[in-house]
């Protein structure tokens, strides 16, 4: 979009050059880094830009499939290991399926394990952790949603879930996690350094993408993005099916941006200058 105020445009060139300087001035150090890689060509700058964007979009799938795999893996060992076998320190059906949050009398939150529920003596979440989900807890009922555990699963951020991997939870979590619905992962991956340091990777890149930083210069997305489909498939293949087919990964940086940089110029005079030009048509008339 186009502010108010900006000027006409003979040519697309112009309308470029224009949208770079007003829109760099709100961020300019993360304009300049596109700019410095084009060569200080505005219009190259912004099709880099676009072109980033893309690449963001196009690993989202990806890393979807990994952060549904990983929060459901380590969910799903929890109430196995937990709730339904009977354990040296917890006796079958004495830990609530939600592991965090402690249970009323009346037995309204059968399902969670995280709050108040102990391992060997200590809490079973540290407390930072544990903040995070009473702060997910809070954020449901002050929007007077009910608390359940699925919500609580889905709204617990991908960094909650790999912080489960550190060595505070080596033997509460990881352990059971790997024993059970992590058990067909191949032997090099089946540790709990392998896990920690690439799902921490994933992660990483998880947040690097939701805040469009730019990407475009980094040379593992590729490799990434392949670990992060086939540790989901080899993890938890439900969650790979319905989301493949909606990447474009290997379309978008399939070739460099030179061999992209026509067809990247052709959408963005399609999605953003000819509708500006047809607005600006319409008000000289």
């Not at 061999?259 to 399609?270: N, S, V, Y």
Request: hydrophobic share 40%; proline share 6%.
């Amino acid at each position: 979009m186009m502010p108010q105020n900006a000027p006409q445009f003979t040519n697309f060139g112009e309308a470029v050059q224009f949208f770079y300087k007003f829109y760099s001035a709100s961020a300019p150090d993360r304009f300049e880094r596109y700019l410095t890689a084009a060569g200080g060509r505005h219009l190259d700058a912004v099709v880099l830009y676009r072109w980033n964007l893309e690449l963001c979009e196009a690993l989202l799938p990806s890393l979807h499939a990994a952060e549904l795999t990983l929060k459901n893996a380590i969910h799903q060992a929890m109430v196995k290991h937990y709730v339904t076998q009977a354990k040296p320190h917890f006796p079958a059906g004495s830990l609530p399926d939600d592991w965090w949050y402690p249970h009323f009398q009346d037995g309204s939150r059968p399902d969670d394990w995280w709050f108040e529920s102990e391992f060997e003596g200590q809490r079973f979440l540290k407390l930072q952790d544990l903040g995070k989900v009473k702060d997910v807890v809070a954020q449901l009922e002050k929007a007077s949603k009910k608390v359940t555990t699925p919500r609580v699963v889905a709204d617990l951020s991908f960094g909650f879930w790999v912080e489960l991997l550190n060595s505070n939870y080596t033997e509460s979590i990881v352990v059971p996690t790997l024993l059970t619905t992590m058990k067909n992962l191949p032997a090099d991956k089946k540790t709990q350094g392998w896990l920690r340091d690439n799902f921490g990777k994933l992660r990483d890149l998880r947040n690097r993408v939701g805040h469009h930083e730019p990407i475009f210069q980094r040379n593992d997305l590729r490799d990434l993005r392949k670990m992060a489909w086939n540790t989901a498939n080899e993890i938890q293949q439900f969650f790979v099916y319905p989301i493949h087919p909606m990447c474009r990964f290997k379309e978008v940086a399939a070739a460099d941006l030179k061999a992209q940089a026509g067809a990247l110029k052709g959408r963005l005079e399609k999605d953003w200058y000819e509708p500006y030009k047809k607005k600006e048509e319409a008000a000289d008339a």
